[in-house]
């Protein structure tokens, strides 16, 4: 006889169990990644295999606990970057329609609107104005105007690491508007969940970073991805076109992002397999520099090689030259949206202002709920604004639009409730997104409000961490982003 699993009690709608949930490709290999991650760090025979020389924020804190005190420093990823095609999204991805596994008996929950072509919730722009670079951008680039791309960079947290709603949201994008590439990537996996969809990647492992969750690089330099890396001879890294999908298949040009500095060392540039050029990274002073490489438009693989002293960099982008979408994911596992601030002001807005983005995009809330009301709510509302006036300040004709934090639901004994914390934090994030006149989309609303992180577990939508979505979750909540981007882009064109 199988054994009983312990009912759960539920406040709003919830479900009995989580078990289902762990059935997903995506909880179990979040549960896969963690646990060997767990057990290298405590086992001394295991040492080779630790992702991180240092310890970092993670998304998975109990509520209520102290934010994090980070250090300076580095640390050294001790695994290869290679492709991980279980964490891939599919291109076309089949939503539950009803409960699955222990709790396909329940009836506790409501019956969820996940239409994903009719997002539940409008956007809120009460500035009227908030998404007009934005659109700009999208009307010349459905009039195949020359070089009309309309650029997105995409800010969050571990939902944006591994590329669910941004893959998805990029798709749709590029489906509308045309494939203009990829967009930009970091050297090296920062963290083990750092994934990109529609792109082939391989780092080599021993890569020294710094990032904006710590450890903290004393310069504050950290490029767009909010990840510094020094590479020391013989580090490598390659980005290349999807082999696979219909999206990432061309490219026009790469551009390297590294630091010029004195003592550099020299970077060679590999291009299809060949040697293309070697490129001397010391200078009298330090300063970002971008290494433009143009190819026939097509597949390609760049391959990035320290052959002499110790080179610094931050990231690749991919694009073509061609009118269409591109949408950089910057995803910062453990990050709060106020660590954004974490760098260089005049750098960070020099990053911004090099991408030339038409939106803004933050998605931030996760790790903010692990902290509760330790960190005050005062100091949130005051800490988001600073960073979203930042970007407004660098890039002032990008739109801005804020996603709200998912809901988050906790276990008190046997129930199942949606955490205080959570209702707080999207109250802060609207009040912030309308002093700064940008945009706001409720996804805690659009999921149904408080008890629906619960209710998404039972269909499927929702991993058993009760925090973050699964595959087909991040496909319904980007659909509905996408869906009510564009009923307002008509809005707009009817004006």
Known sequence: MSKQLDPVAVHG???????????????????????????????????????????????????????PVLTTGEATLKQETTERPELAQPEHVQIPTGARG????????PELKIDVEAPPVPILDPSGHALDGFFRAVSATLQKKPGAITRVIHFGDSIVTS?????????????????????????????????HNDVSRFASAGWSVSRIVGPLSPDGLYGLGGVTFRAPPGSRARFGTSKTTQFGNA???????????????TLRINLDGKHLEDVDTNGSAVRVREKLVRVPDGPH????????????AFGVVMERDTPGAVLD????????????????????AEQLKWR????????????????????????????????????KQAVPEAGCLIIGAMDRAEKKGTALSTMPVIIAIVKEQRIAAEATGCAFFDTFKAMGGSGSMAAWVQRGLGQADLTHPTGSGSEVLASWIFRALMQEYTAWTAK
């Open 329 to 348: 994911a910057i995803g910062i596992q453990g990050a709060r949206i106020r660590f954004l601030d974490k760098q260089d002001d005049a750098h960070y």
């Open 301 to 312: 693989e760049l391959e990035v090689v320290t052959i002499k002293g110790t080179t610094r």
């Open 251 to 265: 490219v026009s040009r790469f551009t390297i992002s590294y630091l010029e500095q004195p003592g550099g060392g």
């Open 163 to 195: 590329d669910y709603v941004s893959g998805t949201l990029r798709r749709k994008l590029q489906a509308e508007l045309g494939d203009a590439g990829h967009g930009f990537l970091l050297m090296a996996n920062a963290w083990p969940a750092y994934f």
């Open 13 to 67: 709608p919830v479900v009995q169990s989580p078990w289902a949930a762990l059935r997903s490709r995506p909880a179990w290999a979040a549960v896969g990644l963690s646990a060997l991650a767990l057990l290298a760090e405590v086992v001394p025979a295991l040492e080779p295999l630790r992702v991180l020389g240092a310890a970092t924020a993670t998304e998975s804190q109990p509520a209520g606990v102290a934010p």
């Open 356 to 391: 030339k983005p038409n939106l803004l995009i933050y998605q931030f809330g996760a790790n903010e709920s692990g902290d509760g009301f330790a960190y005050p709510m005062d100091e949130y509302q005051r800490t988001m604004q600073d960073v979203l006036r930042q970007g």
């Open 102 to 109: 222990p709790i396909a008996e329940s009836k506790r929950g």
